[in-house]
């Protein structure tokens, strides 16, 4: 039984905790209103996506890793807060069934829908009162329309005091990096749910709530089509996963920095 003189103490905690967080699904208005005010101007706006990612992996493996890198990078940063990761991109076509539509669980928004869904999370981000509003996301569809809404939106509010940029890096620059990594330690590279994604899973998720490891299998010409890999997840590792990891939040940082620093 807890005596009522440690309530208060323990209640106090959970609030410091609560109000600790980046994420801003975790806060209330009012404290979303004061870390603005103590000097959080800064917003991560990052979208992942709900996919097929082969027999072993859960649907939303791009957007655990989008939630979770983007909480990293903004306790980095120090200066910023995360909105809720948009779980939905563009990945295939419905009336062709392609890409990841081939497969069920698979969900896609068309470019127009994801363009004006980050446009506007964003711009309720400006709203809120963040002064510096960086896009970015963990999937390779929505790329180009993370890029315009950001040029669409600077544009517009740059003169008003307002930035808001289009990162790419953590998408583009870290897959370079973890092929060059695979192919230093003699592993194929991949493309999809194979050695990369599924160590960055392992990494995130020792409990495997999201990972089926009875389930790996290595694809190939014939497989590819039915099991929606491509690669070999059974070369992963959690050790690896925290390599391909880090390369996302540190070029997320270092690219913010970057552009932080930049003349207008």
Same mark, same amino acid.
């Given at each position: 039984?807890?005596?009522?003189?440690?309530?208060?103490?323990?209640?106090?905690?959970?609030?410091?905790?609560? $109000?600790? %967080?980046? +994420?801003?699904?975790?806060?209330?208005?009012?404290?979303?209103?004061?870390?603005?005010?103590?000097?959080?101007?800064?917003?991560?706006?990052?979208? @992942? %996506?709900?996919?097929?990612?082969?027999?072993?992996?859960?649907? @939303?493996?791009?957007?655990?890793?989008?939630?979770?890198?983007?909480?990293?990078?903004?306790?980095?940063?120090?200066?910023?807060?995360?909105?809720?990761?948009?779980?939905?991109?563009?990945?295939?076509?419905?009336?062709?069934?392609?890409?990841?539509?081939?497969?069920?669980?698979?969900?896609?928004?068309?470019?127009?829908?994801?363009?004006?869904?980050?446009?506007?999370? $964003?711009?309720?981000?400006?709203?809120?009162?963040?002064?510096?509003? +960086?896009?970015?996301?963990?999937?390779?569809?929505?790329?180009?329309?993370?890029?315009?809404?950001?040029?669409?939106?600077?544009?517009?509010?740059? $003169?008003?005091?307002?930035?808001?940029?289009?990162?790419?890096?953590? +998408?583009?620059?870290?897959?370079?990096?973890?092929?060059? +990594?695979?192919?230093?330690?003699?592993? $194929?590279?991949?493309?999809?749910?194979?050695?990369?994604?599924?160590?960055?899973?392992?990494?995130?998720?020792?409990?495997?709530?999201?990972?089926?490891?009875?389930?790996?299998?290595?694809?190939?010409?014939?497989?590819?089509?039915?099991?929606?890999?491509?690669?070999?997840?059974?070369?992963?590792?959690?050790?690896?996963?925290?390599?391909?990891?880090?390369?996302?939040?540190?070029?997320?940082?270092?690219?913010?920095?970057?552009?932080?620093?930049?003349?207008?």
């Amino acid at each position: 039984m807890i005596r009522p003189a440690i309530l208060p103490i323990l209640i106090l905690a959970a609030s410091i905790a609560r $109000a600790q %967080s980046v +994420y801003i699904e975790d806060l209330t208005w009012t404290e979303v209103r004061d870390a603005i005010a103590a000097g959080k101007t800064s917003a991560i706006i990052y979208a @992942g %996506s709900t996919e097929q990612n082969g027999p072993h992996l859960a649907l @939303g493996k791009h957007t655990f890793f989008a939630h979770y890198v983007a909480g990293r990078v903004a306790e980095v940063l120090g200066d910023a807060l995360v909105y809720p990761t948009m779980p939905f991109a563009p990945t295939g076509d419905f009336v062709l069934k392609t890409g990841h539509l081939r497969f069920p669980g698979s969900v896609s928004v068309s470019s127009d829908v994801f363009l004006g869904v980050i446009s506007q999370v $964003a711009l309720s981000a400006i709203n809120a009162g963040f002064k510096q509003i +960086y896009l970015m996301g963990d999937h390779g569809g929505g790329q180009s329309e993370l890029k315009l809404a950001a040029e669409n939106l600077d544009e517009e509010w740059s $003169a008003k005091g307002v930035r808001v940029r289009y990162v790419p890096d953590p +998408y583009f620059k870290e897959k370079l990096q973890s092929d060059q +990594y695979l192919k230093e330690h003699q592993i $194929a590279t991949d493309e999809h749910a194979g050695t990369d994604d599924t160590s960055q899973m392992m990494f995130i998720d020792p409990k495997h709530q999201w990972i089926r490891t009875d389930k790996l299998a290595v694809s190939d010409i014939t497989m590819e089509s039915r099991t929606g890999v491509i690669g070999d997840p059974t070369k992963a590792t959690a050790a690896m996963g925290k390599v391909f990891i880090d390369f996302k939040i540190n070029d997320a940082v270092e690219q913010i920095r970057a552009l932080r620093s930049s003349k207008p």
